[in-house]
């Protein structure tokens, strides 16, 4: 008994020391704890709901324009459903990053954005006038790139009307026009409605830094729409994969040759996430909040701010292309190259640097670990 | 020395331990694979994935497709059932150590501390006659029956449990444990929703307090154990641990198996307990008479069981022999019992290039790898050649006859911030993979200490 009573006293000796030693260590961010709380709070009702509700009214305005076209399609109609399908692609990619929760079940990315759109595809489905757009085939035969193609597939104005008036398959393309703008806007209206009605309260009561939990689905699906901005608007385009040849056909919206709007509202999405910043522009908490908060150090700056300056520099180098990134890619390479490296200097700061400090794993499996 | 011992080593002891370990280690092994296949693992991790990354040396190593690896799985179920039951038990053990190694030999993705825990338990259960008592085998052949075994048959459990509880600590005894809490500061606060004890992970001193009780845990456990007086409390530690790393850290059956496993330690009159309750819903009787359980190789046996210890001794001080941080270059980092110990992340591009033409493309790692592979690769350098070595393998077969491939990758370790991991002109393609320390991997500063991480108080 007497070695039993030695062995406590020796064990919580040992728990006290401990105690001490981590005590006396002052850590720099003493004082208040940070409100995760707070800042899932602000992203779920100032920059996701808002952005999703953004997203289904510009769809419906796209559905009522695609409607007014096909009914009589003419150069007004058509300028105007072309004008709405705009606003709702550059909307979409203010959203494209929260692939998780609502968009996830409703699989927008790979629902609403697969390009180069297969034009083979649409044709041969317009031209049969049977097709299961939830079909796997065809996710490369809707979604806003399908529209691109729809909208802007010919050279002329005219020629695209003429698609819709005197072709033998007219009636067919009109349909399938709707039929297209009709998902894209219900899987809008189906992401705000899920999020509006319970999605919501389940992400700002979600704690930790888990897989799964609404930091680790921020931060993760972040870093997975950065990589599709770099490899997929700007790297495939550009023959980043192909040995320098450049692929300018396989640019995002192609037809219309609005690429480099798509991406710089992009690139500005990703950052106003990062920051925790609204549509309106005002900066609420963030993912910089919190890497501040634990005192994240990049070199001899904040992590915080060392990963805005690298999306402002990736912005100014995607403006300074000043052109579709389709024509970019053979007439300013420089320029296009200049982007990519930008690209990839923030992947490295947002998919290593940041995850590691704020103790969110990039967890793909759920498999054990040890 | 051996000599010496001979008599402690072989005095008879009861079989009881022995017995009851076995059941313990079946039936786990038997759970753990059904888990492993209904989560749908085999598929996800030996069927599905288009490369795999063998151990050096053992590139032979292939999955068997998917009938073949859901057999092989059926064999390692079925084996542990064997082992279990004590029915063909050799047989059982041998299968069991051969099918079960034969997978984890497949891909060093999947590597974990614990999977080559099983498969060197399971080696030396082939080695003891732990069939002899309380087993159908005795059932079948009452010839069998042994109520006393040689002590070295329970010892070398005990021993080899001792030794990774023990490295496991000795990992432990390094500055970012013990004075930058790292790693686990870091993941600590995912655990803030956990009830009770959640609030307290965002309190750096809880990191601490776990980083040192950790690792006091691991070093003197296997003598507490050890020690009759001891050992009830020691055991409520194991579990307290156990328990804690089961719900803090995604590591499946493992701290399951350790909680059972332990037992071991535990007094004959203990195990003949367990035993008796068996027995009367068996309905069986012990026989009383006493036989000790003759092993005619004994003597061979025993040196080569001293020889292996002594190599388990020294394989986790390999990376002595290695320039530069273990942590960093990770060269002589694995079957050393170094459980949890680092936050590691990396981010790897890959170029090709055909020297031909002076053309280089960027690979996209998920064409070849998963999102697992994907992300061990990039901190792992024996990995980074392997792929590269893939990709080579891949542009010869599209018609590049030479190509070069090299890597930009960045890693970040236990806080710090992300670096560059490798020489990125290194052509790896040329580089081959051996145990010789790879000078392309780009030295570890250690002068920068790691940044204090994750949001504590």
Same mark, same amino acid.
């Given at each position: 008994?007497?070695?039993?009573?030695?062995?406590?006293?020796?064990?919580?000796?040992?728990?006290?020391?401990?105690?001490?030693?981590?005590?006396?260590?002052?850590?720099?961010?003493?004082?208040?704890?940070?409100?995760?709380?707070?800042?899932?709070?602000?992203?779920?009702?100032?920059?996701?709901?808002?952005?999703? *509700?953004?997203?289904?009214?510009?769809?419906?305005?796209?559905?009522?324009?695609?409607?007014?076209?096909?009914?009589?399609?003419?150069?007004?109609?058509?300028?105007?459903?072309?004008?709405?399908?705009?606003?709702?692609?550059?909307?979409?990619?203010?959203? /494209?990053?929260?692939?998780?929760?609502?968009?996830?079940?409703?699989?927008?990315?790979?629902?609403?954005?697969?390009?180069?759109?297969?034009?083979?595809?649409?044709?041969?489905?317009?031209?049969?006038?049977?097709?299961?757009?939830?079909?796997?085939?065809?996710?490369?035969?809707?979604?806003?790139?399908?529209?691109?193609?729809?909208?802007?597939?010919?050279?002329?104005?005219?020629?695209?009307?003429?698609?819709?008036?005197?072709?033998?398959?007219?009636?067919?393309?009109?349909?399938?026009?709707?039929?297209?703008?009709?998902?894209?806007? *219900?899987?809008?209206?189906?992401?705000?409605?899920?999020?509006?009605?319970?999605?919501?309260?389940?992400?700002?009561?979600?704690?930790?830094?888990?897989?799964? /939990?609404?930091?680790?689905?921020?931060?993760?699906?972040?870093?997975?729409?950065?990589?599709?901005?770099?490899?997929?608007?700007?790297?495939?385009?550009?023959?980043?994969?192909?040995?320098?040849?450049?692929?300018?056909?396989?640019?995002?919206?192609?037809?219309?040759?609005?690429?480099?709007?798509?991406?710089?509202?992009?690139?500005?999405?990703?950052?106003?996430?990062?920051?925790?910043?609204?549509?309106?522009?005002?900066?609420?908490?963030?993912?910089?909040?919190?890497?501040?908060?634990?005192?994240?150090?990049?070199?001899?700056?904040?992590?915080?701010?060392?990963?805005? *300056?690298?999306?402002?520099?990736?912005?100014?180098?995607?403006?300074?292309?000043?052109?579709?990134?389709?024509?970019?890619?053979?007439?300013?390479?420089?320029?296009?190259?200049?982007?990519?490296?930008?690209?990839?200097?923030?992947?490295?700061?947002?998919?290593?640097?940041?995850?590691?400090?704020?103790?969110?794993?990039?967890?793909?499996?759920?498999?054990?670990?040890? | 020395?051996?000599?010496? $011992?001979?008599?402690?080593?072989?005095?008879?002891?009861?079989?009881?331990?022995?017995?009851?370990?076995?059941?313990?280690?079946?039936?786990?092994?038997?759970? #753990?694979?059904?888990?492993?296949?209904?989560?749908?693992?085999?598929?996800?991790?030996?069927?599905?994935?288009?490369?795999?990354?063998?151990?050096?040396?053992?590139?032979?190593?292939?999955?068997?497709?998917?009938?073949?690896?859901?057999?092989?799985?059926?064999?390692?179920?079925?084996?542990?059932?064997?082992?279990?039951?004590?029915?063909?038990?050799? =047989?059982?053990?041998?299968?069991?150590?051969?099918?079960?190694? %034969?997978?984890?030999?497949?891909?060093?993705?999947?590597?974990?501390?614990?999977?080559?825990?099983?498969?060197?338990?399971?080696?030396?259960?082939?080695?003891?006659?732990?069939?002899?008592?309380?087993?159908?085998?005795?059932?079948?052949?009452?010839?069998?029956?042994?109520?006393?075994?040689?002590?070295?048959?329970?010892?070398?459990?005990?021993?080899?449990?001792?030794?990774?509880?023990?490295?496991?600590?000795?990992?432990?005894?390094?500055?970012?444990?013990?004075?930058?809490?790292?790693?686990?500061?870091?993941?600590?606060?995912?655990?803030?929703?956990?009830?009770?004890?959640?609030?307290?992970?965002?309190?750096?001193?809880?990191?601490?307090?776990?980083? =040192?009780?950790?690792?006091? %845990?691991?070093?003197?456990?296997?003598?507490?154990?050890?020690?009759?007086?001891?050992?009830?409390?020691?055991?409520?530690?194991?579990?307290?641990?156990?328990? $804690?790393?089961?719900?803090?850290?995604?590591?499946?059956?493992?701290?399951?198996?350790?909680?059972?496993?332990?037992?071991?330690?535990? #007094?004959?009159?203990?195990?003949?307990?367990?035993?008796?309750?068996?027995? #009367?819903?068996?309905?069986?009787?012990?026989?009383?008479?006493?036989?000790?359980?003759?092993?005619?190789?004994?003597?061979?046996?025993?040196?080569?069981?001293?020889?292996?210890?002594?190599?388990?001794?020294?394989?986790?001080?390999?990376?002595?022999?290695?320039?530069?941080?273990?942590?960093?270059?990770?060269?002589?980092?694995?079957?050393?019992?170094?459980?949890?110990?680092?936050?590691?992340?990396?981010?790897?591009?890959?170029?090709?290039? +055909?020297?031909?033409?002076?053309?280089?493309?960027?690979?996209?790692?998920?064409?070849?790898?998963?999102?697992?592979?994907?992300?061990?690769?990039?901190?792992?350098?024996?990995?980074?050649?392997?792929?590269?070595?893939?990709?080579?393998?891949?542009?010869?077969?599209?018609?590049?006859?030479?190509?070069?491939?090299?890597?930009?990758? %960045?890693?970040?370790?236990?806080?710090? +911030?992300?670096?560059?991991?490798?020489?990125?002109?290194?052509?790896?393609?040329?580089?081959?993979?051996?145990?010789?320390?790879?000078?392309?991997?780009?030295?570890?500063?250690?002068?920068?200490?790691?940044?204090?991480?994750?949001?504590?108080?």
């Amino acid at each position: 008994m007497k070695k039993v009573r030695i062995y406590v006293l020796a064990m919580l000796a040992g728990i006290a020391s401990l105690t001490g030693c981590g005590s006396d260590n002052g850590d720099d961010n003493t004082g208040s704890d940070f409100d995760r709380k707070a800042m899932l709070t602000n992203y779920a009702d100032n920059l996701i709901v808002p952005g999703y *509700q953004r997203f289904a009214e510009t769809t419906t305005e796209l559905k009522t324009a695609v409607e007014a076209f096909a009914a009589s399609p003419s150069e007004a109609m058509l300028a105007t459903a072309r004008q709405k399908y705009q606003q709702a692609y550059l909307t979409w990619q203010e959203l /494209s990053m929260y692939e998780f929760g609502p968009a996830d079940e409703q699989m927008l990315r790979s629902n609403l954005n697969v390009y180069p759109t297969n034009a083979t595809q649409i044709e041969s489905n317009v031209s049969s006038g049977t097709y299961d757009l939830q079909a796997s085939a065809n996710l490369a035969a809707k979604g806003l790139p399908a529209l691109d193609y729809l909208l802007y597939g010919q050279a002329t104005q005219a020629e695209v009307i003429a698609q819709y008036t005197t072709a033998t398959t007219a009636a067919n393309r009109k349909k399938y026009l709707q039929d297209i703008t009709n998902l894209v806007a *219900q899987q809008a209206q189906s992401t705000y409605d899920a999020w509006t009605q319970n999605y919501s309260t389940t992400f700002k009561q979600s704690e930790g830094t888990a897989v799964g /939990s609404a930091i680790g689905n921020l931060v993760n699906q972040l870093n997975s729409d950065i990589d599709i901005t770099k490899r997929y608007k700007v790297g495939i385009p550009a023959g980043k994969f192909t040995a320098g040849t450049a692929r300018p056909t396989e640019a995002e919206a192609y037809y219309s040759h609005t690429s480099l709007e798509l991406l710089l509202q992009n690139l500005r999405a990703e950052k106003a996430l990062f920051l925790g910043m609204s549509a309106d522009n005002i900066n609420g908490i963030g993912l910089d909040d919190y890497l501040n908060h634990v005192n994240a150090k990049k070199d001899a700056m904040l992590l915080s701010d060392a990963i805005e *300056q690298q999306f402002n520099l990736a912005i100014a180098a995607a403006e300074a292309i000043n052109a579709p990134i389709d024509q970019a890619v053979t007439t300013n390479q420089a320029a296009v190259n200049k982007l990519y490296d930008e690209l990839q200097k923030l992947i490295v700061l947002t998919k290593t640097d940041m995850p590691s400090k704020l103790g969110v794993t990039i967890s793909y499996t759920d498999n054990d670990g040890d | 020395m051996l000599q010496k $011992l001979r008599p402690f080593l072989t005095a008879p002891v009861s079989a009881a331990p022995l017995a009851v370990f076995r059941i313990i280690f079946g039936g786990m092994m038997l759970a #753990s694979i059904a888990r492993f296949m209904l989560k749908g693992w085999v598929t996800e991790l030996y069927v599905l994935p288009r490369v795999y990354f063998p151990f050096y040396g053992f590139e032979w190593v292939k999955p068997l497709g998917e009938t073949g690896m859901y057999a092989l799985f059926g064999l390692i179920a079925l084996s542990s059932l064997g082992i279990m039951l004590g029915l063909f038990y050799r =047989w059982a053990a041998v299968l069991f150590f051969l099918s079960f190694t %034969y997978v984890e030999l497949i891909d060093k993705t999947n590597y974990l501390n614990h999977y080559y825990f099983v498969s060197i338990v399971a080696l030396l259960m082939i080695l003891v006659p732990a069939h002899r008592h309380f087993s159908l085998d005795v059932l079948r052949k009452p010839g069998l029956w042994v109520s006393h075994v040689p002590r070295w048959t329970i010892l070398i459990f005990q021993l080899q449990l001792g030794l990774v509880y023990f490295y496991a600590g000795v990992a432990k005894l390094n500055p970012d444990w013990l004075l930058e809490a790292m790693p686990l500061r870091a993941w600590l606060p995912a655990h803030t929703h956990l009830p009770i004890i959640g609030p307290l992970f965002d309190y750096v001193w809880v990191a601490y307090l776990f980083c =040192w009780f950790g690792a006091f %845990y691991d070093l003197t456990i296997p003598f507490f154990l050890s020690w009759r007086k001891s050992r009830l409390l020691a055991y409520a530690k194991v579990i307290v641990f156990h328990m $804690l790393t089961a719900m803090l850290f995604q590591i499946g059956m493992f701290p399951y198996i350790m909680m059972v496993s332990t037992l071991i330690f535990f #007094s004959p009159a203990f195990h003949e307990r367990i035993l008796t309750f068996f027995r #009367s819903i068996a309905r069986v009787q012990l026989p009383q008479n006493y036989r000790v359980a003759t092993i005619k190789s004994q003597p061979v046996l025993l040196n080569l069981l001293a020889f292996y210890f002594v190599l388990q001794v020294l394989v986790p001080w390999r990376f002595m022999l290695y320039p530069d941080k273990l942590f960093w270059t990770e060269q002589g980092y694995r079957f050393s019992w170094r459980v949890m110990l680092m936050e590691k992340a990396g981010t790897a591009f890959f170029y090709v290039r +055909d020297p031909r033409t002076g053309k280089e493309s960027e690979i996209n790692n998920r064409d070849y790898l998963t999102a697992n592979q994907e992300k061990m690769v990039a901190t792992q350098p024996d990995m980074l050649v392997q792929f590269a070595h893939i990709i080579r393998d891949d542009y010869k077969q599209k018609g590049i006859s030479a190509p070069e491939v090299r890597a930009e990758v %960045y890693v970040t370790m236990n806080g710090r +911030d992300s670096r560059l991991f490798i020489d990125p002109t290194k052509n790896l393609a040329a580089e081959e993979d051996s145990f010789l320390p790879k000078t392309w991997i780009l030295p570890f500063d250690g002068a920068v200490p790691p940044q204090h991480a994750v949001g504590q108080k």
